[in-house]
């Protein structure tokens, strides 16, 4: 399978803390990419890391890329209410995707 | 920013009816996919499109699905005979090789 899978399937934290989220991915990529989902909305896509990348930052998100153990992590620092919602890795191989199940990410104020 | 746009945004439909679910991509973009999520389940790869012909499908896209790009610009996903099941959001995508998808805010159907 070409997909990602993501774990934590769940996370809750308070408001100021640090949230990370891993995925890992069967096959070979080039690159993955990372989207968030609110309850019931769209895929709003976040970050695209290379195969040849390691780590790409965008404001609070962190991406990092190991090939060697085909695993991703997203770290979203000093999380927000605002940040509660699904966060998915997609394995983007040639043009095509596959979505993890992803992880539903709760942050208390 | 160039946007995906999904019509209509939520849709109910009687079991054994046909839907159309429509998107128009973004104008550049060169390829083109249908993606559903069950409530609650995960994103549901169901086909590409490019070149005006189908590249990859799922197993779920079966007999009772179609895509059509009918006229350069919209490109249309259809359920001949609807089933409870198919009761999902339909996403539409668009991109261009090797950049990040963009994807349209999805059709919900409801099939009763």
């Known amino acids: 399978s070409q997909q990602g899978e993501e774990d934590p399937q769940a996370l809750s934290i308070q408001e100021g803390e640090n949230a990370t989220m891993n995925c890992s991915y069967k096959t070979s990529i080039n690159n993955l990419q990372w989207y968030r989902q609110n309850s019931g909305r769209g895929l709003v896509h976040l970050i695209l890391i290379r195969s040849n990348e390691r780590e790409k930052h965008s404001g609070r998100l962190r991406v990092t890329l190991d090939t060697s153990k085909k695993s991703s992590s997203l770290l979203i620092t000093a999380s927000r209410a605002a940040d509660t919602a699904s966060y998915f890795c997609a394995n983007l191989r040639g043009n095509d995707m596959r979505f993890g199940a992803g992880t539903r990410l709760t942050v208390k104020p | 920013e160039p946007e995906v746009t999904q019509t209509p945004s939520h849709q109910v439909t009687q079991m054994g009816q046909e839907v159309i679910l429509r998107c128009v991509p973004i104008s550049n973009h060169l390829y083109f996919y249908w993606y559903r999520q069950i409530l609650g389940q995960k994103v549901e790869f169901l086909v590409s499109?490019?070149?005006?012909?189908?590249?990859?499908k799922s197993e779920i896209f079966d007999d009772q699905f179609s895509v059509e790009r009918p006229d350069g610009s919209n490109f249309t996903l259809k359920i001949r005979s609807t089933k409870l099941e198919d009761s999902a959001m339909y996403f539409c995508?668009?991109?261009?090789?090797?950049?990040?998808?963009?994807f349209g805010s999805g059709t919900r159907l409801t099939v009763v």
């Open positions: 995508a668009s991109k261009v090789p090797n950049y990040g998808y963009t």
């Open positions: 499109f490019y070149n005006n012909e189908i590249s990859e």
